[in-house]
């Protein structure tokens, strides 16, 4: 049996024995030294390059012959069937270009910089192409201006052919025509791109935007965006997403869209979205990428 003074030294043993254990549980805890490391995961993201290839209006090889070489299957048949209604082909192509779109581009790995750009009268007299390299953000709005982006054009008339044929016409003012796009990132190195057509006119006002899971709040003009006629395609590092207007769509979308006129010149344009590096980790789909939205005028 204890002395009454050893069982005061053994409680008090154990009064710190268990101080000890619990200092060190919260210490393990607080100073970051773990045995399993921090689930912790950069934003999915994704590089593209965008390309466009401005050539004159009814160019048998750009506009026959190289769509011989374009994977248009990629794109499924109602939704193809809806964009040619509306002026607009789109398919994917593989990594290697075709002879007759390399001579055209003397496209190498090293894009442009914003600071090397061409200007618009370059465009038209000296090089045709003109292309940027992006990083975006998965799922993240990325505009690509195809008209109006060195200014506003006055008056644009569009008409539209719905699912059902019948065509509605409409007239805007202060026009800037696009194309969304948002990529979406595999953990294979792949990514799904998707291209929405979209009419931005007027004076800039205030606008909500619901998408994205957030209610956002800027100024800027009115947008018409024509979700019908969006479309995507999944592509592997390398591959392009080619979108191309049809000249005798006289009016329609794709040829508001991509084609351009100076005088009596009338140039196309065939608009190359090219899938570069992807920084998804497929072990985090849980964790939510920063904010990231980029126009790109050409």
């Not at 992006?134 to 008339?157: D, F, H, W, Y």
């Not at 979700?227 to 329609?252: N, W």
């Amino acid at each position: 049996m204890f002395a009454q003074g050893n069982w005061y030294r053994l409680v008090a043993a154990c009064g710190l024995m268990l101080c000890a254990g619990c200092l060190s549980a919260f210490d393990a805890k607080t100073s970051g030294v773990s045995p399993l490391a921090p689930l912790v995961s950069a934003p999915a993201s994704v590089t593209l390059d965008v390309v466009f290839l401005h050539y004159a209006e009814n160019d048998e090889v750009l506009n026959r012959e190289l769509w011989q070489r374009i994977d248009e299957q990629q794109i499924p048949p109602e939704v193809r069937a809806k964009l040619l209604a509306n002026g607009l082909r789109a398919g994917v192509l593989g990594a290697q270009l075709p002879p007759e779109l390399e001579q055209r581009m003397l496209l190498t790995d090293k894009p442009r910089s914003a600071e090397t750009e061409l200007s618009a009268g370059q465009i038209d007299n000296d090089s045709p192409v003109r292309q940027r390299s992006l990083q975006v953000q998965a799922g993240r709005r990325t505009n690509i201006l195809c008209v109006g982006e060195q200014q506003k054009v006055p008056e644009l008339s569009l008409l539209v052919r719905g699912s059902d044929g019948e065509v509605s016409g409409k007239t805007y003012r202060k026009v800037s025509g696009l194309f969304v796009a948002r990529a979406y990132p595999n953990g294979d190195g792949s990514a799904r791109i998707e291209l929405t057509p979209e009419i931005e006119h007027g004076d800039p006002q205030r606008r909500y935007d619901p998408s994205e899971g957030v209610l956002r709040v800027d100024f800027g003009p009115a947008r018409e965006t024509l979700e019908s006629l969006k479309f995507d395609a999944l592509l592997s590092p390398g591959q392009m997403l080619i979108v191309s207007s049809v000249p005798e769509r006289t009016g329609s979308l794709g040829r508001q869209l991509l084609t351009s006129e100076t005088g009596d010149k009338k140039r196309q344009k065939l608009l190359m979205v090219r899938l570069g590096r992807t920084g998804f980790n497929d072990s985090f789909q849980e964790s939510s990428p920063s904010v990231l939205g980029e126009t790109v005028a050409r």
